[in-house]
């Protein structure tokens, strides 16, 4: 199932061990190399330090919050060795350029579609530039038509752009 990623900022992190809140989600860590949710930072009711979430300790999100087994789920960021080089790069892809292979703006990023089952970014919703913004709709950008994520943008195919950037084409499996 798809949520919108402003619809998971800030949820309850529920322990199905005890059936409490233990947390609250914050923001996404990105590995910006397959755009996949590697973690969540979250915020602990048991400390004051900002702890990471991964996302495979996650057993379900819905509309209640995001379900773990328990607290200990919630790690201190320096305790997950294999997420410090995702964690020191700080993607974001809120705000970034989208530009077509060709050099065509399209627009920034405002917001973004998350297969909550796997954790990646499934769309890229673009709000388009202000000019054409009064005669087109928003353009969303599936993973597929990415070809290249720098720090300041976000590059697609061309061949896309003329077919208006549809949203039909599915997620691969081993993405």
């Known amino acids: 199932m798809l949520k919108l990623y402003r619809a998971l900022l800030s949820l309850p992190i529920i322990s199905l061990r005890t059936g409490g809140t233990i947390g609250k989600t914050l923001q996404p860590l ?3 190399n397959n755009l996949k949710i590697e973690a969540w930072y979250c915020n602990s009711v048991f400390t004051k330090n900002t702890l990471l979430l991964p996302a495979e300790d996650i057993r379900e999100i819905s509309k209640i919050g995001v379900a773990v087994n328990d607290q200990d789920s919630l790690t201190e960021p320096d305790d997950l060795i294999r997420l ?3 964690a020191s790069i700080q993607f974001d892809p809120i705000g970034k350029s989208v530009i077509t292979e060709s050099g ?3 627009g920034k990023v405002e917001d973004y579609a998350v297969d909550i089952d796997s954790m990646y970014i499934v769309n890229l919703y673009v709000a388009r530039r202000s000019i054409k913004s009064f005669t087109n709709q928003p353009l969303t950008v599936n993973r597929l038509q990415i070809v290249e994520i720098t720090d300041k943008k976000i590059i697609v195919k ?3 752009v003329t077919q208006k950037l549809s949203a039909s084409a599915p997620m691969p499996v081993n993405a």
Request: hydrophobic letters at 35%.
């Open 30 to 32: 990105i590995n910006p």
């Open 84 to 86: 410090k080089q995702v």
């Open 104 to 106: 065509q703006k399209l």
């Open 158 to 160: 061309d061949i896309e």
